[in-house]
């Protein structure tokens, strides 16, 4: 499915009937779900807008939760500065969708947040105690992190 990021060059790969895409920040092929097919496509949009690679870590649980988030970019001090969730592209990101997302934020102590179904992305910043929506994702050197 075309999703709304830049084009790159994924190696995909089937075995025993299933698509399996290989994760360039795990080192391995993983299966190819609608969701996977949207991460993957983030890590690469996030890597071009200059977030470190190796800054980056993928599919954890939230410290003390059994829920997982997507992706966690780190910055240089090691501290957790975004907090992505992605999504199947079809589903829609409505407020309910929102609304949850944001709660991950009392999970885990982040400035910034994304939300992305491949087709929609949002970005958020938390100042204070007032979560704003920005028009684009930033690069990362535009993060105050």
Sequence with gaps: MKLNFPEFELQIKREKGKLFVFDRLRKKYVVLS?????RQHLVH?????????GLMGLERN???SKKRFDLLVFNNSGNPVVLAEC??????????????????LQLLDVPYLILTNGLKHYFF????????AWEHIPKFSALSN
Excluded: A, C, H, M
């Design 34 to 38: 609608p969701e996977e097919w949207v």
């Design 45 to 53: 949009y996030l890597i071009e807008l200059g977030y470190p690679q």
């Design 62 to 64: 939230f410290p003390n």
């Design 87 to 104: 999504k199947s592209p079809d589903v829609n990101l409505n407020q309910s969708i929102i609304t949850q997302v944001t709660s991950y």
């Design 125 to 132: 910043s938390r100042e204070e105690n007032e979560v704003k």
